[in-house]
């Protein structure tokens, strides 16, 4: 029998050492090597996940699948680990994302070696993330995410002031620094508890309630929500390399997760009358970043106001603290993950070819059928049509805001169909004929890339029927 | 005769000077190189001999061995022997003269050691007295500087003030209690209900002495000019091995001593301690020297680790020496590849001529990274283990002053190692650089194990250390 144990180091320890392998790789001038090893790190990393998801499925007992580690004496700290379908999930996501960003992002970008080691350091602390189970390793993975995202964006990012990227750093700290606090407060108190205890605490206490304030209020820090909207939007807006994008775009991932780990199962009605100013702020900011993404023609913003939006919708999601919004996250996240990372991809894939031939993508689409099926699919998944999970949780969402504050809800559901419009004109753009366009057919999707997005459709498009289809019996 | 055979230890240092003497005058062949190989055969000599007579005191009246002292000795010799290693290449570089200053090292060794073991008053100023003749010689006969004499003698007066104090205060001390020893002088003052203003100014006086010799703010200015003008092998030394020797005495004397004046010498060590934290991160912010820089940094890291033992119980201690240990791992680290920051076969000390650094030696840069984010604390490298256990403690003690000042601190920090790395990573490469030595590598390869190592099960390194020190401290 596998020790789960060493499974689950395994998912974490592999990206790891395929980054000191890509370190060590030998400089070429295509860095083949080190995409190779790449490639092959991340690829054993999904077929060891898709064992876990069949060892979960057989072992069908939670408590099978945690495991613990004595770290630290002096204070007394034990590491705990523990991994269900939603955290696989959710790891199989930016596993494929990551993938797939390396692969389109493989001919065009310079500095291959650094993109990729960072990459992969990222890869193995957000999936540290995903298994930690209590405060502490949750904590380290949290900000472990860090150092890799700052790297990429200094190095890869393109950014003319450097100052922002150190602003966004302390900024990202200060967040850290504030968790530590609430961290180490719980840890005096309760001693290092896991996620699922810390879930069950009584909210009747006045420093539980600031425990869990503080908590959320530094976990927000990533999420682009006013007032923590500026410092992320004053990076990613002006990222130009796709997989360095892709990951920055992440970043927020790791905050609503944190704030879905640590929400408690029951909430006094002291504190939940107070959210109807969360969804207020958030119902505003959506709309304010929708309307800043129509009104911008560059594909990149919009799509970063794309993902902004849906991260806001699904913090206001966990807010609604509704059992089936929350049951339903790890699916929603899951095929929302697979379509932001995808679409990114293909964008950067017609904005590469657009600069290749010095000439507009306007009308491409009519001359490239596979990348108009692909494009067109991943669209419509982005704008919530039932063709994945995402289409359930907005409708949960959705129909919990209209119920319970219609102000608000009118804002919010109004933000996305501004972005669904910014996606669909877009879309509509590259569709319609134009004879400036020097793009020709030849210049269409490969095969063998077209047949991989091919794969991850079927998973967005599964994601809504079975999201399981794929674990077997072992 | 017992007595001067457990003295052996100390009288083994003593005869290195001796033998490193003769070989001087009568050896024709000797290289720089000679007397690094001799002091490394008497080092491990040393931390056997030391090791041996670990418990066992020679004239216990003046010095006593613990398991406590005898820790601290053995880590600093294993830092002199790794730095006399690396400085080794730079005389042979330079091809300077090396005798001279591996004997002062080695007699500053025998002082520093006494200094730690100290049980009476005579042996602590006799030290220090031996210890502070050795910073002058070592600043007179290596610094690069015209004014060097300016220097030599504005350091002399300062030792004369503090010389001046010392004495006050033990004649006070002795006056009143009728002792220099340790253990009389805190049973004597134990018994005494309230302290005279004149008690208390003596210990304030005994303890501005290990400020001195810290070089903690405000009493730093003697410090500085080593790193201005000293050569990188006394830089290095400098910051990197005496301090853990003053602190263990420090300790020492408190524990032993002078723990009857408990808020006056306790406040009287925090004050500079939260003034070197401060002052230390700002000026390293302001700082164009990388050895000034980093000297900054160091200041900072001495505030911040006496900050964590404040309060003078078993976890403190136990957290403050964990997070010291880390921090001079990655001090080592640093130094060790300022030995790689050459050019034209001269030592580079100017920021911006790093620029670059990256793009011709990855590698040195990425173990950069690493002991630059471990001394801001960032999870999950080693230093993140050090911080926690100081901010722990000084939760646990709702020292919330403490607290302030650490955070501060550590942002200030924060922004100092961002610019390092926009440095080294973010702009283009401007300089060449020398071949860098084979033993930099070395070094930086058996630093880096070492805190993986730790870093994956910190009990490896710290558990029996936590042990002795739990012991020896209750």
Not at chain 2, 122 to 139: E, G, P, Q, R
Not at chain 2, 191 to 214: E, K, R
Request: proline residues 3%.
């Amino acid at each position: 029998m596998i020790n789960p144990l060493t499974m689950m180091m395994l998912i974490i320890a592999i990206p790891f050492i395929g980054m000191l392998f890509v370190l060590i790789s030998k400089n070429t001038d295509n860095n083949k090597n080190a995409f190779s090893v790449a490639i092959f790190s991340i690829i054993t990393n999904i077929s060891i996940i898709w064992q876990i998801f069949s060892f979960i499925k057989k072992k069908k007992v939670e408590t099978d699948l945690i495991e613990k580690i004595d770290w630290l004496t002096f204070p007394n700290i034990s590491l705990t680990f523990s991994i269900d379908n939603v955290d696989l999930l959710l790891i199989l996501a930016i596993h494929i994302i990551l993938l797939t960003s390396i692969i389109f992002n493989y001919a065009h970008a310079n500095k291959q070696k650094y993109i990729l080691t960072f990459s992969l350091l990222f890869l193995s602390m957000i999936t540290g993330l995903f298994i930690s189970n209590d405060i502490f390793s949750f904590f380290i993975f949290y900000e472990g995410i860090m150092l890799p995202v700052f790297m990429l964006i200094g190095i890869h990012g393109e950014m003319k002031k450097k100052s922002s990227i150190n602003s966004f750093f302390i900024y990202n700290f200060i967040g850290c620094l504030l968790f530590l606090g609430t961290i180490i407060y719980i840890y005096q108190i309760y001693g290092n508890i896991t996620l699922d205890k810390l879930r069950h605490l009584n909210f009747q206490t006045s420093h539980n309630r600031y425990i869990w304030f503080a908590t959320i209020i530094a976990l927000m820090f990533r999420i682009p929500i006013w007032p923590f909207h500026y410092f992320i939007s004053s990076v990613n807006t002006k990222l130009r390399n796709s997989l360095v994008f892709t990951i920055v775009t992440l970043l927020p991932l790791s905050g609503l997760y944190g704030i879905y780990c640590f929400w408690p199962n029951f909430i006094p009605i002291e504190i939940s009358q107070y959210f109807i100013w969360i969804n207020i702020i958030g119902a505003l900011t959506m709309l304010f970043l929708a309307l800043m993404g129509y009104s911008n023609p560059n594909i990149q913003y919009r799509i970063f106001a794309f993902a902004s939006i849906y991260y806001v919708l699904y913090l206001l999601g966990l807010f609604s603290n509704n059992k089936m919004i929350y049951d339903n996250f790890g699916y929603a996240v899951f095929s929302f993950l697979l379509i932001l990372g995808t679409l990114e991809a293909i964008s950067n894939y017609i904005y590469q070819k657009e600069i290749l031939n010095d000439t507009t993508s306007q009308g491409f689409l009519c001359r490239a059928k596979k990348l108009s099926f692909v494009y067109s699919f991943l669209i419509f998944s982005a704008i919530g049509l039932p063709i994945s999970a995402m289409f359930t949780n907005n409708f949960l969402i959705f129909s919990y805001m209209l119920s319970h504050n219609i102000h608000s809800s009118i804002i919010l559901v109004f933000a996305w169909m501004i972005i669904c419009g910014a996606l669909i004109n877009e879309i509509m753009r590259l569709k319609t004929d134009n004879k400036d366009c020097k793009i020709g057919k030849n210049e269409d999707l490969p095969t063998k890339y077209f047949m991989f997005i091919l794969l991850i459709i079927f998973m967005i498009l599964m994601s809504f029927i079975k999201p399981l289809w794929f674990v077997i019996d072992v | 005769m017992e007595n001067w055979f457990v003295m052996l230890p100390e009288i083994w240092l003593i005869i290195y000077v001796a033998i490193a003497s003769i070989v001087n005058r009568y050896r024709k062949s000797k290289t720089p190189k000679t007397f690094f190989t001799l002091a490394k055969y008497f080092l491990f000599v040393e931390i056997l001999l030391t090791l041996v007579f670990y418990n066992k005191s020679a004239f216990a009246s003046f010095w006593q061995n613990t398991s406590f002292t005898t820790l601290f000795k053995v880590i600093v010799y294993l830092l002199t022997l790794g730095w006399l290693y690396l400085s080794s290449k730079w005389f042979l570089n330079k091809n300077h003269p090396s005798c001279l200053f591996c004997c002062i090292i080695f007699i500053m060794l025998t002082a520093m050691s006494l200094l730690a073991s100290s049980s009476n008053l005579l042996t602590l100023l006799s030290c220090f007295i031996v210890i502070c003749s050795c910073y002058i010689l070592l600043m007179f006969q290596y610094s690069h500087n015209d004014k060097r004499t300016v220097y030599t003698k504005q350091y002399i007066y300062t030792f004369l003030v503090f010389l001046f104090l010392s004495i006050s205060a033990i004649f006070w001390l002795y006056y009143t209690s009728g002792s220099v020893f340790y253990k009389d002088i805190k049973l004597y003052f134990s018994n005494t209900i309230q302290m005279d203003i004149y008690t208390i100014s003596a210990v304030v006086s005994l303890i501005s002495m290990f400020v001195f010799l810290l070089g903690l703010a405000p009493f730093h200015i003697w410090i500085v000019k080593f790193w201005e003008n000293g050569i990188l092998p006394i830089y290095g030394f400098i910051t990197l091995v005496p301090p853990l020797l003053y602190l263990c005495s420090f300790i020492n004397l408190w524990k032993e001593c002078l723990s009857f004046a408990k808020f006056s010498s306790i406040s009287f060590i925090l004050i500079p301690a939260y003034i070197s934290i401060i002052l230390g991160a700002i000026s390293a912010n302001g700082e164009k020297n990388i050895r000034c820089l980093f000297g900054y940094l160091s200041m900072y890291c001495i505030g911040f680790a006496i900050t964590g033992f404040a309060n003078m119980d078993n976890l403190a201690i136990i957290a403050s020496f964990a997070y010291t240990i880390i921090a001079l791992l990655s001090f080592f680290g640093i130094y060790t590849i300022f030995l790689s920051f050459k050019s034209h076969n001269d030592y580079i000390e100017d920021l911006d001529a790093i620029k670059g650094f990256s793009q011709l030696r990855p590698y040195m840069s990425a173990g950069f990274i690493i002991f630059i984010f471990s001394l801001t604390g960032l999870a999950p490298t080693l230093g993140f283990i050090g911080y926690l256990s100081i901010i722990n403690n000084l939760f646990a003690n709702n020292a919330w002053l403490s607290l302030g000042i650490c955070i501060t601190g550590i942002l200030l920090c924060v922004r100092i190692c961002l610019q390092i790395i926009n440095y080294i990573y973010f702009a283009d490469n401007t300089q060449k650089y020398d071949r860098a030595e084979k033993s930099t590598y070395i070094c930086l390869f058996v630093n880096m194990t070492i805190i993986f190592a730790a870093l994956i099960n910190p009990n490896w390194l710290f558990h029996y250390i936590f042990i002795i020190l739990n012991e020896s401290t209750q």
